[in-house]
């Protein structure tokens, strides 16, 4: 699915159409499974999970949208 949003991306550079990809590889604060998550902790061990802030996602997304000036984000709480 990557490889395709960033092929797409650069077939439609020059059309005016925007075509990017966002990755995001972990645990997303204040969402329904964050909350489950911390509900639980018999289920996932005492260890807090590493999360990522929804603001900073829905930020760099509209970033992407408005600058389309790049075919690829990634989020990721090993980063």
């Keep these: 699915m990557r490889n395709y949003a960033l092929t797409l991306n650069a077939g439609l550079a020059d059309t005016g159409v925007y075509a990017g990809t966002l990755t995001i590889g972990g ?3 204040r969402g329904d499974i964050h909350g489950y998550v911390l509900a639980h ?3 996932f061990g005492d260890v807090p999970p590493a999360t990522l802030n ?4 829905a930020g760099t997304a509209w970033e992407m949208y408005a600058a389309r000036d790049r075919g690829e984000e990634v989020f990721s709480v090993l980063s």
Excluded: F, R, T
């Design 27 to 29: 645990l997303i604060e």
């Design 41 to 43: 902790p018999e289920n």
């Design 54 to 57: 929804p603001d900073d996602i």
